[in-house]
């Protein structure tokens, strides 16, 4: 796909604020610091697009961007972070929850995860409401940079099966080399078609 432009829409910590379902939305779902805000730049290009951290867990609010006045993205709240207090997670998992069940323009959950590691108990939550709900979704597994070469179809076929989804459905990225950029492109282009 061609970028020709990018742009912060808004952030929304209360459903009053999502945006009007204007442009079909593609989702990021993960733990803090997974690497979802890499990802969203490194797709569109933009080193400082979505903001990126070393500390996990400071992203509380969905954030959307409009890509080419076409479709948006959606970073949603990073799960799984242990510092977070409770109050605070009995916040988001409904906000999450909401803003999954009431979009009718949304047409792709990227679930991403760490292709170092297999799905923490979070991303087997996420994935078996994904998949409760029929939500068309992919798997992308990222940081693959830090995995040597020879093991990345050993760890990816381990995330598939934890997370009860085909091999074919686990997409290898790394918004360190760009490498899985353009498959994953390929698939939220055709998510965008259907
Ligand atoms: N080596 C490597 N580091 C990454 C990759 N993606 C993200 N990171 C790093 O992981 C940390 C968290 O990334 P961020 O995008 O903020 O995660 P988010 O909390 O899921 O949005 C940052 O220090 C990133 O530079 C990747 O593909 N490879
Ligand atoms: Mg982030």
Redesign the pocket.
Known sequence: MKIKNAEFLRSASNQNEFPPTLYPEIVLA?R????????INNLVGQKKL?A???T?GK?RALYFYLVNNQFSFV?LP?YGYAKVSRRLISQWAPLIQEYLSSRENLVLIIQ?VDLRHLPSREDKQMADFIHHFSFPSLVVA?????VPRGKRMKHKEAIARELQVAPEGVFL????TGEGRDMLWKEIQSSLEK
Do not use: C, I, W
């Open positions: 993960g803090s610091n997974v690497g979802k805000s890499s990802l979505a990126t951290s070393n996990p992203t970073d990073g991403v990222t940081k693959a940079d830090k990225f790394s918004a360190q």
